[in-house]
T-cell receptor, first 115, second 115 residues
Framework: GAVVSQHPSRVICKSGTSVKIECRSL??????MFWYRQFPKQSLMLMAT?????????EQGVEKDKFLINHASLTLSTLTVTSAHPEDSSFYIC???????????FGQGTRLTVV | AQSVTQPDIHITVSEGASLELRCNYS??????LFWYVQSPGQGLQLLLK??????LVQGIKGFEAEFKRSQSSFNLRKPSVHWSDAAEYFC?????????????FGSGTRLSIRP
């Protein structure tokens, strides 16, 4: 079964609203999780590193006020796309590495469509 | 900084023919290397990974990859492709140690299968 679970798998929202995506590690405690974005026919681009109990680290060019990350527990990180616009429509994927063996696991992804 | 290069954007092979997808990486420490496959509209599926040990890694669906440190390469191979192998393939690299280490993806290679 899935070791990293992401929810929802698909979401459609209206322009101007906010959307929250959850990423849970089911089998281990993850002090660090990663959020990626994938535009159609492109690769996965790392957006930010989510750190439990502290601020997320954003990659260059990613708006931290736009993409709010909260890592409030050792098994849950959330990505909130605030005031979503059609250009935010994308495939968002989270990842976590098991600290026991550093293996990496990915969520199933969330397809966001902003209309 | 770590980086991954997949020199081939698109490859077409005949069904039953052999396949090799190229991946070169740049990383200052011991790398943790992956190959993922993604079908249209779907999430990522891990084909195989190299963490340590035997440099020839066997994966699912008949795929294998060989880690060559001297060439900074981790090419993916399959002796005989099937029509169902048509998909996008991503090579990725992370640090072997440390669960806080991010994973970076290559730009991907789209595989088409000729009947």
């Amino acid at each position: 079964g899935a070791v990293v679970s992401q929810h929802p798998s698909r979401v459609i929202c209206k322009s101007g609203t906010s959307v929250k995506i959850e990423c849970r590690s089911l089998d281990f405690q993850a002090t660090t999780m990663f959020w990626y974005r994938q535009f159609p026919k492109q690769s996965l681009m790392l957006m930010a590193t989510s750190n439990e109990g502290s601020k997320a680290t954003y990659e260059q060019g990613v708006e931290k006020d736009k993409f709010l990350i909260n890592h409030a527990s050792l098994t849950l990180s959330t990505l909130t796309v605030t005031s979503a616009h059609p250009e935010d429509s994308s495939f968002y994927i989270c990842s976590a590495r098991d600290p026991r063996n550093t293996e990496a696991f990915f969520g199933q992804g969330t397809r966001l469509t902003v209309v | 900084a770590q980086s991954v290069t997949q020199p081939d954007i698109h490859i077409t092979v005949s069904e039953g023919a052999s396949l090799e997808l190229r991946c070169n990486y740049s990383y200052g420490a011991t790398p943790y290397l992956f190959w993922y496959v993604q079908s249209p509209g779907q999430g990522l599926q891990l084909l195989l990974k190299y963490f340590s040990g035997d440099t020839l890694v066997q994966g699912i669906k008949g795929f294998e990859a060989e880690f060559k440190r001297s060439q900074s390469s981790f090419n993916l191979r399959k002796p005989s492709v099937h029509w169902s192998d048509a998909a996008e393939y991503f090579c990725a690299v992370g640090a072997a140690g440390g669960s806080a280490s991010k994973i970076i993806f290559g730009s991907g290679t789209r595989l088409s299968i000729r009947p």
